[in-house]
């Protein structure tokens, strides 16, 4: 459903493309790059003052109270509430404490006033980053459905040179193509990110509003140029997840073209361009048959190779213990390499850096324990109930929203075995697909836990 722009909504759309560039080109790693990630959060600050000062519409409104909690209390408040300094009675008697007051005693220092956080700097790492999906969830909720899908066509056109980037960097010589990064997979297509699993996660979470859009499904009048645009998109995005070889990308990817496949199908109202569906899906299935035939072999070898997989799964264990251990508020966010390093099992001490627990809803279980707990859970059900409301609507039902609650299941679902909303490129569209599903023209009132998601968003 579309209206029209309220006020300061041209504003909030300048500052909001801006900041979909700046997360993009220069947010694709987890860590080890904190002045580009701060330039990203420098960035947003334009962005997030307009839209808390921009005067809201009376539908936007009506949806601010349940917004505010959800964006301000359950994602932005966590981690600054891990940095309030506490009295030596309180923290000491926290679980993990322990390691730290025995240094202390040794060195015979008096006991501080010290944070919940067993790692303070990375938790304040973690309170900023949360700005720029704050942010983009705000001005998603303000914007038109027609600056939403020219938001979309933006991250197509990066998604398309992040591609070729990546090929720049296949062609090059082994640790000499053009990476962005110094830690990275070095002869894989990771674009603009740090780590092909994260190019995969974005390559399939655009897929669906990329659909939609080249498509014009379900909307009248918008370019032919641009729907074309993110059609190649779509197209050379199947392509780059068959070169990128990501396991969990190539799983995901079925699903994530069926569902694309559904909304497009499922369109109302007047359908002028059942051409371009059609040219979409026959260059789509053209895509996935030349990479079944040039490509099957090289990703069967992914799944041959399964040693870091196994390690990853034989970790979750001592990573579920130590989460155990410290319940019921966690260790700190942005805590967790600290923290499993100083317990990681001897046995499993080796050349293989572990610095994430591939498994971000684990991770976040470990960092903020039963808050954590209780933000995704309010998540979930403000998912659930968005979903079958999008997907359910017999009135002029919002396609974008619905190509958006699958992105953000994709990314929810990734986030089992991997971390990609731990960069600031994936928690910047993971907000706004978000806000696509919350706004008055997708799902009015859907603010109620659309914020507690970038909780999620914690980066190490």
């Not at 309180?90 to 240094?103: N, R, Y």
């Not at 056109?157 to 110094?182: E, F, K, M, R």
């Not at 498509?215 to 990128?244: K, P, S, Y």
Request: charged letters at 10%; aromatic letters at 8%; glycine letters at 8%.
């Amino acid at each position: 459903m579309s209206r029209p722009p309220g006020p300061g909504v041209p504003i909030v759309f300048g500052a909001a493309i801006l900041v979909v560039v700046a997360s993009v080109l220069l947010g694709g790693a987890s860590h080890d790059n904190p002045l580009l990630v701060a330039a990203v959060e420098l960035a947003s600050l334009p962005l997030l003052a307009v839209c808390l000062r921009t005067p809201a519409s009376r539908e936007d409104r009506r949806t601010w109270p349940a917004l505010a909690t959800a964006s301000l209390c359950l994602a932005l408040a966590l981690p600054w509430l891990q940095l309030v300094p506490l009295p030596p009675s309180l923290w000491t008697a926290l679980p993990g404490s322990g390691p730290v007051v025995a240094s202390l005693e040794a060195a015979r220092l008096a006991l501080p006033w010290r944070p919940l956080s067993l790692a303070p700097s990375e938790t304040l790492d973690a309170a900023l980053a949360l700005a720029p999906p704050a942010a983009m969830f705000l001005a998603a909720m303000r914007l038109s459905e027609g600056q939403r899908r020219t938001m979309v066509g933006a991250w197509s056109v990066l998604g398309l040179a992040s591609l070729a980037l990546g090929a720049g960097q296949l062609a090059a010589s082994q640790n000499a193509g053009p990476y962005l990064y110094a830690i990275t997979n070095y002869g894989s297509l990771v674009g603009f990110f740090a780590n092909r699993n994260h190019q995969a996660s974005f390559l399939l979470a655009l897929l669906p509003v990329a659909a939609v859009v080249a498509t014009g499904a379900g909307r009248r009048g918008a370019g032919n140029a641009g729907r074309a645009v993110v059609g190649v998109f779509f197209v050379l995005a199947i392509v780059g997840l068959g070169v990128v070889r990501s396991r969990a990308g190539i799983i995901l990817a079925a699903p994530a073209l069926a569902a694309s496949a559904v909304i497009v199908w499922r369109a109302r109202g007047r359908r002028p361009r059942t051409s371009a569906g059609r040219a979409l899906a026959a260059a789509s299935a053209a895509a996935a048959v030349a990479v079944l035939l040039f490509g099957l072999t090289p990703i069967a070898q992914r799944f041959d190779r399964a040693a870091p997989a196994e390690f990853r799964f034989e970790a979750w264990p001592s990573v579920a213990s130590l989460a155990k251990a410290h319940l019921p508020l966690g260790a700190g966010i942005g805590s967790f390499d600290r923290v499993y390093r100083a317990a990681e099992p001897l046995r499993r001490v080796g050349p293989q850096y572990f610095n994430h627990a591939h498994n971000d809803w684990l991770e976040l279980w470990l960092e903020a324990g039963w808050p954590a707990a209780v933000a995704m859970l309010v998540f979930l059900a403000w998912f659930a109930r968005a979903c079958l409301a999008v997907w359910i609507e017999p009135d002029a039902p919002p396609d974008l929203a619905r190509a958006a609650s699958v992105s953000i299941a994709i990314v929810l679902i990734h986030s089992l075995v991997d971390y990609p909303l731990r960069t600031e490129t994936m928690a910047v569209f993971f907000a706004f697909c978000c806000g696509v599903l919350a706004a008055p023209g997708g799902l009015a009132g859907a603010g109620v836990a659309a914020g507690a998601a970038t909780v999620d968003r914690s980066r190490a």
